[in-house]
Nanobody
Framework: QVQLVESGGGLVQPGGSLKLACAVS????????IGWFRQAPGKEREGVSC????????TALHSVTGRFTISRDNAKNTVYLRMNSLKPEDTAVYYC???????????????????????RGQGTLVTVSS
């Protein structure tokens, strides 16, 4: 059974840091791209960042450039999103999603599918507030 499980969310003060994890099971991470998405209350889902099967990364959201870093550990079947200098506007439910990535170039496709992700987790809530 294919499953993605996010963890690491919580309440953090502005300027703080969190590290989200996306643990995958039911398939081998090596040949998949993984993307992080987020959805704030009353807003549309947006793509945040993606890492391809060839370990190239794409930051889809200009507002997180320099603050968020995506990485993958294929041995642990886990993808991470390190979030620094968090702001109240980063408050959202964060999801990870997967797409087959044979050639290492699937991140743009995955990010474009933000509204109909086929393989995704249930999300983890990140709240940035003082």
């Amino acid at each position: 059974q294919v499953q993605l499980v996010e963890s690491g969310g919580g309440l953090v003060q502005p300027g703080g840091s969190l590290k989200l994890a996306c643990a995958v099971s039911g398939f081998t991470l090596d040949h998949y791209a993984i993307g992080w998405f987020r959805q704030a209350p009353g807003k549309e889902r947006e793509g945040v960042s993606c890492v391809s099967s060839s370990d190239s990364t794409t930051t889809a959201l200009h507002s997180v450039t320099g603050r968020f870093t995506i990485s993958r550990d294929n041995a642990k079947n886990t993808v991470y999103l390190r979030m620094n200098s968090l702001k109240p506007e980063d408050t959202a439910v964060y999801y990870c999603a997967a797409i087959s990535d044979v050639y290492g170039d699937a991140c743009p496709i995955l990010l474009s599918q933000r509204n109909y992700l086929q393989i995704r987790g249930q999300g983890t809530l990140v709240t940035v507030s003082s």
